[in-house]
């Protein structure tokens, strides 16, 4: 009794340790799952930016190492009109390129007007002209060398080109320099807002060009180059927020500009533009409580794994504590089977142990005693023995160990025979019995025997004294045959009913003091199921109860 | 019982094996020998034989440490030397210049290198040898009295004056200055130099003169479009000279033509169907001997009746081979043959026609047997416009010509036509199991003038047409599978190839373009500006970059990777001057960036040729593994 306290009042604080930790834990771990989420939102802001500038600069990649070289291709023959067209897919494919100017060069030693000159070289227009969307006609010539036309506002950008070309002649040598790669980039002329991009000659031409500039020559060929000046508007670049989980709004800005959040629950961030665009920055705004959305969104399916986690564990847990419990009430149901056993034997053993000391006490016996005494020891034995049989039959059906010898059965032959027997053994056990639609039933008679052994005691057992009646009725229903053991006992209490078939269950009450092992039921029930059958009790506490067992009846014949 | 169920099965298996085995012996000779490729394309053992005037005699070259020198042996076979010891370069031009001396000069782009040497092999004398000059041998055919006459631009790098060259004392004296315009000199039977021929670039002169003290005078002139070519002085007449010409006519003809009157007086010979290309004049009888022409394959018509029976007697002697006299000696007593099929490359013999003795000198490619090789069967189907197109197929050997792999290969040029005759780049391929078409679409030269012209400013559009024409029809004629047509070309053969590509991408499985002009613009930029003439010529043909951008734009494939669904092969020499290696990159890279599987070719140091045979192997094992993988298979 100690034991069982002790372990009981040990389960309850370990469960309440378990449950503890277990709660301590769960929040411990969504905590640092929050902060972690918080943390990876906020990096992923400051990282996320450059993912967006490629991706907004990706247009203006494309325009300058895809479209850009493709006037090379054209070597040099672009005239006003194929420019147009070629300005024309420029315009329609890249919205950032909002006008476009060439300059139909010419490259001589011939003096030109508006030629940009070193040495002997010129770098002529022959004529300009601009593209921009929505253009009157009219407006495309700016100049040309034979209508005329005042080129000075364009010649700017021209010149700057030819003084990249010049330059890189000054330094080309004839036998030795090729056109490498490096040199490439003097072609191209990379300003805010603007490109502007020679036509790469060819490398004999390169080197015609350097002569020209270099030795006082006759009149030249004249060398077709092309030159085009595109301006850009980083307004119409179009942002492409790849992330809008991340940033609220992103706007184009002057690299020297500075916006101050005037918000202060506003994070921000920036990253500078390249090539023409270098002189923008991309700026990335976002209220906290954008990003707060994004954290819970993100933090959301993080908690239903780490909760389901919890979920596993605490089922686990349990599922292990239920386990130990019906242990534990095994393990209880045991000792209470010993205990009853043993005071089941010790009442036998010790009216034995007395008849024998007086037995052996007393010097002369008389007839009487010696047959009160032999009565007594041959009683008592044949107790223990009843004990005995059933400890192992019970036993052998449990362990399945037990042979059927079935035959026909005269059920009409066999209860009278039951409650004659009964009738000896308790004179105050009235009995009743109807046999119905059946007489013979074939199975083993030692089973059935059993099995009304063990109902017909309990409806004496737990009958109060006067009301001690038993009606057996006997019926083949379908394909069954039905036992009914009707008395007019205490009954059984309800919450009780679920536990009287339990091996070692005894209901705790002031009729089962003395000759009950709670083996009777169990061993009914086993026995049963044995046969293939079903036992069921329905009962009232304090007007009886009804015990029915069915039995399949397909044995018959 | 069992025992007879045994053997039974047994009877079956035995049978099964048996028909396996018949199967497989089938299969064994269904399937023609895959030759190793090197057989195809390695260098000749002998080649180039030449007879010395008296016919004792016989020059060749040969590799010696894998370079081609000179070798002389008498007419039978004996006593052979090494003349020549050069082991950088290849010899690349010899002749005989008399009896007991030959003249050679090194294989080379630039320079002016002469030598002579002596038939033992001694006395090697250096006539020239000057990296900056070049030289143009003028009269080699006919050397007179020991003396050569020969083009040098001494004076003036850009022009060529003629020069009397004295091989026995090395003297040089100075015969005709260049007035500026003269790209080609002629002499006459005596070694004067009567006849010129001068350009503008676009437009030729034919210039004449009765005796070489007298100056010379403008007897015609022709636009590009319209050739004069002259082949000889007639013998009779000084004013009279033969010459091939489609002056006022649309196919060329042979005819004899009167310089003071400037027109022709004779038509000697001219075929209804094609142009005369070739006539064949002899300086011993001084007269014409044959006249060339090609219509499916090279005929000649003779104009002499001792060379008439020498042909029909080889002809006997040789049936179903195509002979060719490659040279004789003086007299006319000995003469190397040479012969070909479409399914050889042929040997050299040496005929005695009057003892009809043919010896056989040498097997050109010994290691190719003609009877592993495919036929060329002349063809021709008619264009969308329901003109005859004519070309060639050939087959693969065992096959049967349903539903084939076909290579389409249109020529290069696109000036030059295909003819029939041995190729070891298409024998190669039909032996790879692929048939190989090859058509003379509008534009190809040989069929006359207007035919030529048609295919002016056409190239991505009406001569494209002719070749889709021709793909269509071998698929509509069942022999080609729809499904593994492939296209490949060099020049203007890569041209139409990538511009097929682009064009009919659902035509062809895949695409093979070797140097082919990706961008017309690059290929007009490559004729410097200061030829003008020149540039107005190529205007005309190709096309106008100030007036006719669009469609130079339309035909470039360059502007349209975008368009080309199907694996490209390309093989780009990094100095060709018209087609530029940085473009071909870009375009490379276009496609793929696209996913299109492209092999690339190029070595960016040294110039691609195919003239060695490493990078002959090299190309052709490349180019046999991407036809293989996307034609093979269906």
């Given at each position: 009794?100690?034991?069982?306290?002790?372990?009981?009042?040990?389960?309850?604080?370990?469960?309440?340790?378990?449950?503890?930790?277990?709660?301590?834990?769960?929040?411990?771990?969504?905590?640092?799952?929050?902060?972690?989420?918080?943390?990876?939102?906020?990096?992923?802001?400051?990282?996320?930016?450059?993912?967006?500038?490629?991706?907004?600069?990706?247009?203006?990649?494309?325009?300058?190492?895809?479209?850009?070289?493709?006037?090379?291709?054209?070597?040099?023959?672009?005239?006003?009109?194929?420019?147009?067209?070629?300005?024309?897919?420029?315009?329609?494919?890249?919205?950032?390129?909002?006008?476009?100017?060439?300059?139909?060069?010419?490259?001589?030693?011939?003096?030109?007007?508006?030629?940009?000159?070193?040495?002997?070289?010129?770098?002529?227009?022959?004529?300009?002209?601009?593209?921009?969307?929505?253009?009157?006609?009219?407006?495309?010539?700016?100049?040309?060398?034979?209508?005329?036309?005042?080129?000075?506002?364009?010649?700017?950008?021209?010149?700057?080109?030819?003084?990249?070309?010049?330059?890189?002649?000054?330094?080309?040598?004839?036998?030795?320099?090729?056109?490498?790669?490096?040199?490439?980039?003097?072609?191209?002329?990379?300003?805010?807002?603007?490109?502007?991009?020679?036509?790469?000659?060819?490398?004999?031409?390169?080197?015609?060009?350097?002569?020209?500039?270099?030795?006082?020559?006759?009149?030249?060929?004249?060398?077709?180059?092309?030159?085009?000046?595109?301006?850009?508007?980083?307004?119409?670049?179009?942002?492409?927020?790849?992330?809008?989980?991340?940033?609220?709004?992103?706007?184009?800005?002057?690299?020297?500009?500075?916006?101050?959040?005037?918000?202060?629950?506003?994070?921000?961030?920036?990253?500078?533009?390249?090539?023409?665009?270098?002189?923008?920055?991309?700026?990335?705004?976002?209220?906290?409580?954008?990003?707060?959305?994004?954290?819970?969104?993100?933090?959301?399916?993080?908690?239903?794994?780490?909760?389901?986690?919890?979920?596993?564990?605490?089922?686990?847990?349990?599922?292990?504590?239920?386990?130990?419990?019906?242990?534990?009430k095994l393990?209880k149901l045991q000792y209470d089977f010993v205990n009853n056993l043993t005071h089941e034997f010790k009442t036998p053993?010790?009216v034995?142990?007395?008849?024998?000391?007086?037995?052996?006490?007393?010097?002369?016996?008389?007839?009487?005693?010696?047959?009160?005494?032999?009565?007594?020891?041959?009683e008592e034995?044949d107790k223990l023995n009843d004990l005995m049989n059933k400890l192992l039959s019970f036993t052998?059906i449990e362990?399945?160990?037990?042979?059927?010898?079935?035959?026909?059965?005269?059920l009409?032959?066999f209860v009278q025979n039951m409650v004659d027997t009964y009738n000896i053994k308790y004179k105050d056990f009235q009995m009743e019995y109807t046999i119905?639609?059946?007489?013979?039933?074939?199975?083993?008679?030692v089973l059935l025997g059993s099995l009304f052994q063990n109902l017909m005691d309990n409806a004496y057992k737990y009958s109060l004294p006067g009301k001690k009646e038993l009606v057996i009725d006997i019926a083949?229903?379908?394909?069954?045959i039905v036992f009914r053991f009707s008395d007019k006992g205490i009954g059984i209490p309800k919450d009780e009913m679920k536990n009287i078939f339990k091996k070692f269950y005894r209901i705790q009450s002031e009729y089962n003091q003395q000759g009950s092992v709670g083996l009777g039921l169990a061993f009914c029930k086993e026995l049963v199921n044995f046969m293939?059958g079903d036992i069921a009790v329905r009962s009232r506490l304090g007007q009886g109860s009804e015990f029915t067992i069915t039995l399949?009846?397909?044995?018959?014949? | 019982?069992?025992?007879?169920?045994?053997?039974?099965?047994?009877?079956?298996?035995?049978?099964?094996?048996?028909?396996?085995?018949?199967?497989?012996?089938?299969?064994?000779?269904?399937?023609?020998?895959?030759?190793?490729?090197?057989?195809?394309?390695?260098?000749?053992?002998?080649?180039?034989?030449?007879?010395?005037?008296?016919?004792?005699?016989?020059?060749?070259?040969?590799?010696?440490?894998?370079?081609?020198?000179?070798?002389?042996?008498?007419?039978?076979?004996?006593?052979?030397?090494?003349?020549?010891?050069?082991?950088?370069?290849?010899?690349?031009?010899?002749?005989?210049?008399?009896?007991?001396?030959?003249?050679?000069?090194?294989?080379?782009?630039?320079?002016?290198?002469?030598?002579?040497?002596?038939?033992?092999?001694?006395?090697?004398?250096?006539?020239?040898?000057?990296?900056?000059?070049?030289?143009?041998?003028?009269?080699?055919?006919?050397?007179?009295?020991?003396?050569?006459?020969?083009?040098?631009?001494?004076?003036?790098?850009?022009?060529?004056?003629?020069?009397?060259?004295?091989?026995?004392?090395?003297?040089?004296?100075?015969?005709?200055?260049?007035?500026?315009?003269?790209?080609?000199?002629?002499?006459?039977?005596?070694?004067?130099?009567?006849?010129?021929?001068?350009?503008?670039?676009?437009?030729?002169?034919?210039?004449?003169?009765?005796?070489?003290?007298?100056?010379?005078?403008?007897?015609?002139?022709?636009?590009?479009?319209?050739?004069?070519?002259?082949?000889?002085?007639?013998?009779?007449?000084?004013?009279?000279?033969?010459?091939?010409?489609?002056?006022?006519?649309?196919?060329?003809?042979?005819?004899?033509?009167?310089?003071?009157?400037?027109?022709?007086?004779?038509?000697?010979?001219?075929?209804?169907?094609?142009?005369?290309?070739?006539?064949?004049?002899?300086?011993?009888?001084?007269?014409?001997?044959?006249?060339?022409?090609?219509?499916?394959?090279?005929?000649?018509?003779?104009?002499?009746?001792?060379?008439?029976?020498?042909?029909?007697?080889?002809?006997?002697?040789?049936?179903?081979?195509?002979?060719?006299?490659?040279?004789?000696?003086?007299?006319?007593?000995?003469?190397?043959?040479?012969?070909?099929?479409?399914?050889?490359?042929?040997?050299?013999?040496?005929?005695?026609?009057?003892?009809?003795?043919?010896?056989?000198?040498?097997?050109?490619?010994?290691?190719?047997?003609?009877?592993?090789?495919?036929?060329?069967?002349?063809?021709?189907?008619?264009?969308?416009?329901?003109?005859?197109?004519?070309?060639?197929?050939?087959?693969?050997?065992?096959?049967?010509?349903?539903?084939?792999?076909?290579?389409?290969?249109?020529?290069?040029?696109?000036?030059?036509?295909?003819?029939?005759?041995?190729?070891?780049?298409?024998?190669?391929?039909?032996?790879?199991?692929?048939?190989?078409?090859?058509?003379?679409?509008?534009?190809?030269?040989?069929?006359?003038?207007?035919?030529?012209?048609?295919?002016?400013?056409?190239?991505?559009?009406?001569?494209?047409?002719?070749?889709?024409?021709?793909?269509?029809?071998?698929?509509?004629?069942?022999?080609?599978?729809?499904?593994?047509?492939?296209?490949?070309?060099?020049?203007?053969?890569?041209?139409?190839?990538?511009?097929?590509?682009?064009?009919?991408?659902?035509?062809?499985?895949?695409?093979?373009?070797?140097?082919?002009?990706?961008?017309?613009?690059?290929?007009?930029?490559?004729?410097?500006?200061?030829?003008?003439?020149?540039?107005?010529?190529?205007?005309?043909?190709?096309?106008?970059?100030?007036?006719?951008?669009?469609?130079?734009?339309?035909?470039?494939?360059?502007?349209?990777?975008?368009?080309?669904?199907?694996?490209?092969?390309?093989?780009?020499?990094?100095?060709?001057?018209?087609?530029?290696?940085?473009?071909?990159?870009?375009?490379?890279?276009?496609?793929?960036?696209?996913?299109?599987?492209?092999?690339?070719?190029?070595?960016?140091?040294?110039?691609?040729?195919?003239?060695?045979?490493?990078?002959?192997?090299?190309?052709?094992?490349?180019?046999?593994?991407?036809?293989?993988?996307?034609?093979?298979?269906?």
């Open positions: 009794m100690i034991i069982r306290k002790f372990s009981g009042k040990k389960n309850f604080v370990l469960n309440v340790v378990f449950l503890v930790l277990i709660a301590a834990s769960l929040v411990a771990a969504l905590t640092i799952a929050y902060n972690f989420t918080s943390r990876y939102v906020y990096d992923e802001f400051e990282k996320k930016k450059t993912e967006v500038v490629d991706e907004t600069i990706r247009p203006y990649n494309d325009f300058f190492q895809n479209k850009i070289p493709e006037i090379s291709l054209y070597q040099g023959y672009l005239d006003p009109s194929s420019a147009l067209k070629f300005s024309k897919t420029v315009l329609k494919q890249f919205p950032f390129v909002s006008r476009v100017i060439f300059y139909d060069t010419e490259v001589s030693n011939h003096k030109t007007e508006y030629a940009f000159r070193v040495n002997n070289l010129t770098i002529a227009p022959k004529s300009i002209a601009q593209f921009y969307r929505k253009q009157p006609d009219d407006s495309v010539l700016l100049y040309n060398i034979n209508s005329g036309g005042r080129p000075i506002k364009y010649i700017n950008e021209f010149n700057r080109v030819s003084v990249k070309l010049a330059a890189f002649l000054q330094s080309f040598e004839l036998s030795k320099s090729t056109l490498s790669d490096e040199s490439l980039g003097t072609f191209y002329n990379v300003t805010n807002n603007r490109v502007t991009f020679m036509n790469i000659p060819r490398e004999e031409e390169i080197k015609a060009f350097k002569q020209l500039m270099d030795d006082n020559l006759k009149k030249s060929p004249v060398y077709q180059q092309d030159v085009l000046s595109f301006l850009l508007d980083p307004a119409k670049l179009r942002i492409k927020n790849i992330h809008p989980h991340f940033y609220q709004k992103i706007a184009i800005i002057p690299l020297t500009a500075d916006i101050i959040d005037i918000e202060p629950e506003q994070v921000s961030t920036e990253f500078p533009l390249t090539g023409a665009f270098s002189s923008y920055k991309l700026h990335f705004t976002s209220s906290s409580d954008f990003l707060s959305d994004e954290i819970l969104r993100r933090f959301f399916p993080l908690a239903v794994a780490i909760l389901m986690v919890y979920g596993v564990i605490l089922t686990i847990g349990f599922l292990i504590y239920r386990n130990l419990n019906i242990n534990n393990f053993v010790s034995i142990k007395i008849a024998g000391n007086n037995i052996r006490r007393a010097t002369q016996l008389t007839d009487r005693e010696r047959l009160h005494y032999g009565k007594i020891l041959d034995a052998q362990n399945q160990a037990i042979k059927v010898k079935r035959e026909n059965i005269n009409e032959v119905r639609n059946v007489e013979h039933f074939y199975t083993d008679p083949h229903e379908k394909t069954d293939e399949p009846y397909n044995y018959a014949g | 019982m069992r025992g007879n169920n045994f053997m039974l099965r047994h009877f079956g298996i035995c049978l099964l094996l048996m028909v396996l085995g018949l199967f497989t012996h089938c299969k064994q000779e269904t399937v023609a020998r895959k030759i190793p490729l090197e057989d195809f394309f390695r260098n000749p053992e002998k080649t180039n034989f030449q007879l010395s005037p008296d016919g004792q005699q016989i020059a060749y070259l040969k590799p010696y440490k894998n370079r081609l020198n000179i070798f002389v042996q008498d007419v039978r076979g004996k006593n052979v030397r090494q003349l020549t010891n050069l082991t950088d370069r290849n010899v690349g031009f010899y002749c005989w210049a008399n009896n007991s001396s030959l003249l050679f000069s090194p294989d080379s782009r630039s320079g002016a290198f002469l030598y002579s040497v002596d038939k033992e092999g001694k006395a090697v004398k250096e006539l020239f040898a000057d990296e900056k000059l070049n030289i143009k041998l003028i009269n080699w055919r006919n050397i007179v009295s020991n003396e050569l006459v020969l083009g040098l631009n001494k004076r003036d790098s850009t022009v060529f004056d003629a020069y009397k060259l004295n091989l026995s004392s090395g003297a040089l004296k100075l015969l005709e200055v260049n007035p500026g315009n003269i790209f080609q000199w002629f002499t006459d039977g005596e070694g004067n130099i009567r006849m010129a021929l001068a350009s503008d670039g676009v437009n030729e002169t034919l210039l004449f003169r009765e005796y070489s003290d007298s100056p010379f005078k403008p007897v015609v002139t022709n636009n590009f479009k319209t050739k004069i070519k002259p082949v000889a002085f007639c013998d009779n007449d000084r004013t009279c000279i033969y010459a091939i010409t489609n002056i006022k006519r649309d196919r060329s003809a042979l005819v004899q033509f009167d310089c003071s009157l400037g027109k022709e007086t004779k038509e000697l010979y001219s075929h209804a169907d094609v142009d005369v290309n070739d006539a064949e004049y002899s300086y011993k009888k001084r007269k014409l001997i044959s006249v060339g022409y090609e219509t499916w394959k090279r005929e000649r018509y003779y104009l002499d009746n001792a060379a008439s029976s020498i042909y029909k007697e080889l002809q006997k002697l040789l049936p179903n081979t195509e002979t060719i006299i490659a040279d004789q000696d003086t007299a006319g007593s000995k003469l190397v043959i040479r012969t070909f099929t479409d399914r050889t490359q042929g040997a050299y013999y040496l005929y005695e026609p009057s003892a009809k003795k043919l010896n056989k000198l040498t097997e050109i490619n010994p290691s190719i047997k003609a009877e592993e090789m495919c036929q060329m069967q002349a063809i021709s189907f008619r264009n969308r416009e329901g003109n005859i197109i004519r070309g060639y197929l050939t087959l693969p050997l065992r096959k049967d010509p349903v539903n084939l792999p076909v290579i389409v290969i249109p020529h290069g040029g696109p000036t030059d036509r295909n003819s029939w005759g041995y190729s070891s780049e298409i024998q190669f391929l039909a032996n790879r199991g692929f048939a190989v078409f090859q058509l003379n679409f509008r534009g190809s030269g040989g069929y006359g003038k207007q035919f030529w012209i048609s295919g002016f400013k056409k190239w991505g559009t009406l001569v494209q047409d002719d070749i889709t024409d021709g793909v269509q029809w071998l698929i509509k004629e069942g022999i080609a599978d729809s499904k593994r047509v492939g296209i490949y070309g060099a020049g203007f053969g890569g041209f139409s190839a990538l511009n097929g590509l682009a064009r009919h991408p659902d035509l062809y499985a895949c695409g093979a373009a070797q140097s082919g002009y990706i961008n017309l613009f690059t290929y007009l930029k490559a004729v410097p500006p200061y030829y003008k003439p020149t540039l107005q010529m190529y205007y005309e043909m190709i096309g106008n970059p100030e007036t006719d951008i669009d469609y130079l734009r339309e035909a470039s494939p360059v502007f349209h990777a975008d368009k080309i669904k199907a694996p490209v092969f390309i093989a780009q020499d990094s100095k060709d001057p018209r087609v530029k290696v940085n473009e071909t990159n870009q375009f490379v890279k276009e496609l793929r960036k696209r996913n299109i599987p492209v092999t690339y070719l190029v070595k960016e140091t040294e110039k691609y040729t195919l003239r060695n045979p490493e990078n002959r192997y090299e190309y052709y094992t490349k180019l046999e593994r991407f036809f293989e993988k996307y034609l093979s298979n269906k």
